[in-house]
């Protein structure tokens, strides 16, 4: 079954550093998220990207969050200078439709901010 | 606003009791429908959805849910439970409007032999 992979599953930085969190859609999808869960919390939608723009964003996706599909096929959410709130789970998903009902998602990346 | 009540933090059963996990949504119009189970330190995986046809949906895993109109809920039912099911379970709801998933707070499944 084809699958969304995210890498790396654990990452750990300091604060003010920046990280990019990559993934691999599944090869024919054409929309692409990022949620976020921070520790028992629940999952909350951060971005979706469509054509090469961001089509919607939450509140949480402030200016040091940004998005990019570098090439044919990573999407990759990268904070510039991360903060110990962004400690959470960061999760991946894509689509073929911009349908979540067709929508899968990654294992997840734990971003640990020390 | 769409929002999803998960009224349940925390459930306990026995391995082999049966199982019902609450959902309330509030949506004007007829929602997507969906439970994700997340197992310890592991990513989201869909159980089962539900966009329209018959209101009981079977899933994976032995699960199903039934789509209640009226109440305005998404249970989530298992006849038997096993001690590989406990996990924490999010049931989430997608409008056909916008592109994104919004979440409840989960529940919280632990299994006793």
């Known amino acids: 079954e084809p699958e969304v992979t995210q890498t790396p599953s654990h990452q750990v930085t300091q604060m003010g550093q920046e990280v990019i969190l990559r993934c691999v859609p599944i090869?024919?999808?054409?929309?692409f998220y990022w949620y976020r869960q921070i520790l028992g919390q629940k999952v909350e939608f951060l971005v979706s990207?469509?054509?090469?723009?961001?089509?919607?964003k939450s509140e949480i996706f402030d200016d040091q969050f940004s998005v990019e599909r570098p090439d044919g096929s990573n999407f990759t959410l990268k904070i510039r200078s991360t903060k110990l709130e962004d400690s959470a789970m960061y999760f991946c998903?894509?689509?073929?439709?911009?349908?979540?009902?067709?929508?899968?998602f990654g294992q997840g990346t734990r971003l640990t901010v020390v | 606003a769409q929002s999803v009540t998960q009224p349940d933090i925390h459930i306990t059963v026995s391995e082999g009791a049966s199982l019902e996990l609450r959902c309330n949504y509030s949506?004007?119009?007829?929602?997507?429908l969906f439970w994700y189970v997340q197992s310890p330190g592991q990513g989201l995986q869909l159980l089962l959805k539900?966009?329209?046809?018959?209101?009981l949906v079977q899933g994976i895993k032995g699960f199903e849910a039934e789509f209640k109109r009226s109440q305005s809920s998404f249970n989530l039912r298992k006849p038997s439970v096993h001690w590989s099911d406990a996990a924490e379970y999010f049931c989430?709801?997608?409008?056909?409007?916008?592109?994104?998933?919004?979440f409840g707070t989960g529940t919280r499944l632990q299994v006793f032999p």
């Open positions: 998903a894509s689509s073929p439709t911009g349908l979540m009902t067709e929508a899968f």
């Open positions: 090869s024919n999808h054409l929309y």
């Open positions: 990207f469509y054509n090469n723009e961001i089509s919607e």
């Open positions: 949506y004007g119009a007829t929602p997507y």
């Open positions: 539900y966009f329209s046809g018959d209101t």
């Open positions: 989430a709801v997608a409008t056909h409007y916008t592109d994104k998933l919004i």
